[in-house]
Structure formats: C-alpha cells, structure tokens
T-cell receptor, first 115, second 110 residues
Framework: GAGVSQTPSNKVTEKGKYVELRCDPISGHTALYWYRQSLGQGPEFLIYFQGTGAADDSGLPNDRFFAVRPEGSVSTLKIQRTERGDSAVYLC?????????????FGPGTRLTVT | GQQVMQIPQYQHVQEGEDFTTYCNSSTTLSNIQWYKQRPGGHPVFLIQLVKSGEVKKQKRLTFQFGEAKKNSSLHITATQTTDVGTYFCAGLYAGNMLTFGGGTRLMVKP
C-alpha cells in the first residue's frame, strides 16, 4: 500500500513569505505528527494530531507556525513570515494510534530553504 | 527540558566489525523506539522496547532497555555495508511525543 507522502519535496522561498507544506498519511492512521530535522540532528517534534484535533502542539516554535488536519486525514503545516532559521527538512509521520506508543511511518520530507 | 543523549555521534568501522550506540536519559522513559535513516532518506522504524531490562533481537541487531528504563543500546554484530546510516533512539516520557536523540552516524568501510 501507499506510504506517507509529502508535497512539495523541495521548497525555496524568500524571507518573509508564507509557505504551506502538505502531508498525506497512510489511510486509516489516526495519529499524525510533524517534525523538523536540521542537518546532522534528530527529528524535533512540532505537533501531534489525533483525528482532526491537535492533541499536542507544544513543539511549535512560535506563533508563525500553524498546522491543520480538518478531515482527520491530510494535514497542512503553515509557516508565516518565514525566516532563514526555518530552513530544514520538515517530516511528517503517521501511526495507527497515538500517544507515542505505536510505530511511526515517516514520509520523505519537504526540504524548505529560506533565502 | 527532557533530553535523550546519544553517543557516539559518529562511528567508522571496518566491514565485519561490531558496532554499538548508546542512548541515555536523565529521567525514566515510558518506552523507547529505534529508527534508522539512510543517507538522503527518512527515518524507518526498527523496534520498540517497553519493559525494564527488555532485550530484543533482529538478525544481527540486538536492542536492550536498561533496568531503570533510562538507557538503551543497539548493538550490530559483524557490520555490513548495508548497515550504513544514522541510528536514532527516540524516548517517550509522560505525554504524546517522542524525543529523538541526536543520532549515531555509522560508516562502514568495505
């Protein structure tokens, strides 16, 4: 079956612009996670959805970052007024259940470059 | 905040040698997961450990969870070039999110 997909695979934007990153989880997975990974580091948790609601958004760095999952499937991570420090690979993962106790399936990521 | 420390950061081995990476937390973990990320790829789940003192094996890979549930290790016997990649541990504290370690990058010389 299809795995987690993310679009676009690469995004280059200018400082100050708005970007949207999309994640299509595995069908039937109720939990969805967003992470950010900088070069040479481990994935850093951003937000976790259980169904349509954000169960834990404690990892979002500031109010420029926002994510939605309106129908409990596809999710969009939105970044306003991008800064050069936002450059990283943004990973999405989904799992059958939540709470961090299930295997997480990661997508290929979106590489965001802010110039 | 809660942190998961992983050592070493890098490891070069000759093909056929063994490899071990260690993961440490200052506070007790609910569980720990291990992932492998190939160069240019995304993390892929390897295993989850839940019980104190648990040991699990997958072919040449042996995973251990410490008695106090504060540390874990991954040992690879007789490395192969296909083992190349970065190995991450990810610990679960009370709550919903996994905290990833910084990873150990394994390089294998044929």
């Amino acid at each position: 079956g299809a795995g987690v997909s993310q679009t676009p695979s690469n995004k280059v934007t200018e400082k100050g612009k708005y970007v949207e990153l999309r994640c299509d989880p595995i069908s039937g997975h109720t939990a969805l996670y967003w992470y950010r990974q900088s070069l040479g580091q481990g994935p850093e948790f951003l937000i976790y959805f259980q169904g349509t609601g954000a169960a834990d958004d404690s990892g979002l760095p500031n109010d420029r970052f926002f994510a939605v999952r309106p129908e409990g499937s596809v999710s969009t991570l939105k970044i306003q007024r991008t800064e050069r420090g936002d450059s990283a690979v943004y990973l999405c993962a989904s799992s059958l259940g939540g709470g961090g106790t299930y295997e997480q399936y990661f997508g290929p990521g979106t590489r965001l470059t802010v110039t | 905040g809660q942190q998961v420390m992983q050592i070493p950061q890098y490891q070069h081995v000759q093909e056929g040698e063994d490899f071990t990476t260690y993961c440490n937390s200052s506070t007790t973990l609910s569980n720990i997961q291990w992932y492998k990320q190939r160069p240019g790829g995304h993390p892929v789940f390897l295993i989850q450990l839940v019980k104190s003192g648990e040991v699990k094996k997958q072919k040449r890979l042996t995973f251990q969870f410490g008695e106090a549930k504060k540390n874990s290790s991954l040992h690879i016997t007789a490395t192969q070039t296909t083992d190349v990649g970065t190995y991450f541990c990810a610990g679960l504290y009370a709550g919903n999110m996994l905290t990833f370690g910084g990873g150990t990058r394994l390089m294998v010389k044929p």
